[in-house]
């Protein structure tokens, strides 16, 4: 079946430092979206990618979607303490009806 | 405008007992869901439905029973709580079913 494999599973950092996690699927995405579940909250859409090679912008947040559809990365500039949390990476196939299925997650904890 | 519900937010279950948790949506959405969150491993998708009346299976199914009479509600029933079934669960929802999942506050449920 569908699988999506995110790495790390755990990130510690010093406010200011650079975050990236990274999506791996093992079969084509139509699609792939990220959320963010703060410690003890629900997920909670951030971006969706839908085109080859697509890279999108929200502040110090950076999305990218690979050439081939089969990766993604989301990379946080000068990490800030509210940034705390878990990141999940989501993706959907029409093989598998665009349901999607979440990588595992990157817990990222911000030391200030 | 209160999005996803979930009721309960706290639930302790001796093994062999059942019960349901509730799902409500006021977006007018057609797609619901409903995932689990264990430690480590992400969301699974437990049941989903596209409409009213129509529901299907997911990753992890077995244990659990869902129905959809109306577009709004979209309950989970665990018949014959197991250990194994102590988790976080999350209901979500999605116009479209390839955009934004919203998603409820969880339900933490313990089985003893």
């Known amino acids: 079946g569908q699988q999506v494999m995110q790495i790390p599973q755990y990130q510690h950092v010093q406010e200011g430092e650079d975050f990236t996690t990274y999506c791996n699927s093992s079969t084509t995405l139509s699609n792939i979206q990220w959320y963010k579940q703060r410690p003890g909250g629900h997920p909670v859409f951030l971006i969706q990618?839908?085109?080859?090679?697509e890279v999108k912008k929200q502040k110090r947040l950076t999305f990218q979607f690979g050439e081939a559809k089969k990766n993604s990365s989301l990379h946080i500039t000068a990490t800030q303490t509210t940034d705390v949390g878990t990141y999940f990476c989501?993706?959907?196939?029409?093989?598998?009806?665009?349901?999607?299925?979440f990588g595992a997650g990157t817990i990222l904890r911000v030391k200030s | 405008n209160a999005g996803v519900t979930q009721t309960p937010k706290f639930r302790i279950l001796k093994i062999g007992q059942s019960m349901t948790l509730q799902c409500t949506q006021d977006m007018n959405h057609n797609y619901m869901y409903w995932y689990r969150q264990d430690p480590g491993m992400g969301l699974k998708l437990i049941y989903y439905?596209?409409?009213?009346?129509?529901?299907d299976k997911g990753e992890v199914p077995n244990g659990y029973n869902v129905s959809r009479s109306t577009t709004e509600d979209f309950p989970l029933r665990l018949e014959l709580a197991a250990p194994s079934q102590t988790s976080v669960y999350f209901c979500a929802s999605s116009h479209d079913g390839t955009g934004e999942l919203f998603f409820g506050e969880g339900s933490r449920l313990t089985v003893l």
């Open positions: 989501a993706g959907s196939t029409l093989e598998y009806g665009n349901k999607l299925v």
């Open positions: 439905s596209v409409g009213a009346g129509i529901t």
């Open positions: 990618l839908v085109k080859s090679g």
